[in-house]
């Protein structure tokens, strides 16, 4: 989703289901693709990236999926859990020493 | 430390004044970004340093904004004449190696220009 003032678009997920977060991106040049966290208060965290030349990689309860022909990339977490509950951000990486650019994000809001 | 520390937390600054934002990067660290982000907005990208190749500046908003990073560690956000749209939280973040996708971000200088 995009971002539309201050309302991020929110995920409300239940204890133990799974949840999927979705990004599109525009860049079809990028190499990377990668999933940041971020808690209230503090600065993003590395999740989990991908190549571009992959469709999918597992981490430890995260899956990442890339659609390169609809230019989608989504995050998949497994029995998710109260501490999942912040920000998800999608970011794109160009070629070596590109930048790493943020695309917008989506509030996780886990409920017990 | 260990990682990416930002100083001051928090910088309250009246409308007009200059404020220098610092950031310490992970030692040994190659790659070094500054983002803003507004409040529950996304992640703004403001200029990049990669190495000893000139920085990507494509980011900075206005003449106002320069970083500068000095011996290739620790760097500095300048905002000069600062205007009430300037108030975000700064966030500097470093990578190991020239195009990491990992980077490890500080906490942010919160910025409220009054």
């Known amino acids: 989703g995009e971002n539309v003032g201050l309302h991020l678009p929110t995920l409300s997920v239940q204890e133990g289901d799974n949840s999927i977060i979705n990004c599109a991106y525009s860049n079809s040049a990028s190499d990377y693709f990668i999933w940041y966290k971020q808690e209230s208060g503090k600065g993003p965290q590395f999740i989990i990236d991908i190549r571009s030349n992959m469709d999918k990689r597992q981490g430890q309860r995260v899956t990442v999926l890339l659609n390169k022909t609809v230019k989608h990339l989504s995050l998949q977490i497994a029995a998710t859990q109260p501490g999942d509950s912040a920000v998800y951000f999608c970011a794109e990486k160009g070629a070596a020493g590109n930048k790493l650019t943020f695309g917008g994000g989506t509030r996780v809001l886990v409920k017990p | 430390g260990a990682g990416v520390s930002q100083s001051p937390s928090n910088k309250v600054t009246e409308k007009g004044k200059d404020v220098e934002l610092r950031c310490d990067p992970i030692?040994?660290?190659?790659?070094l970004y500054w983002y803003r982000q507004s409040l529950g907005q996304g992640l703004e990208f403001l200029i990049y340093f990669q190495g000893n190749s000139a920085p990507d500046k494509s980011g900075l908003p206005s003449d106002r904004f320069s970083a500068e990073r000095t011996g290739g560690s620790v760097s500095t956000l300048t905002i000069q004449r600062t205007q009430q749209e300037d108030s975000a939280v700064y966030l500097c973040?470093?990578?190991?190696?020239?195009?990491?996708?990992?980077?490890?971000f500080g906490q942010g200088t919160r910025l409220t220009v009054v």
């Open positions: 030692s040994g660290h190659t790659a």
């Open positions: 973040a470093s990578s190991l190696v020239k195009g990491g996708t990992e980077a490890f």
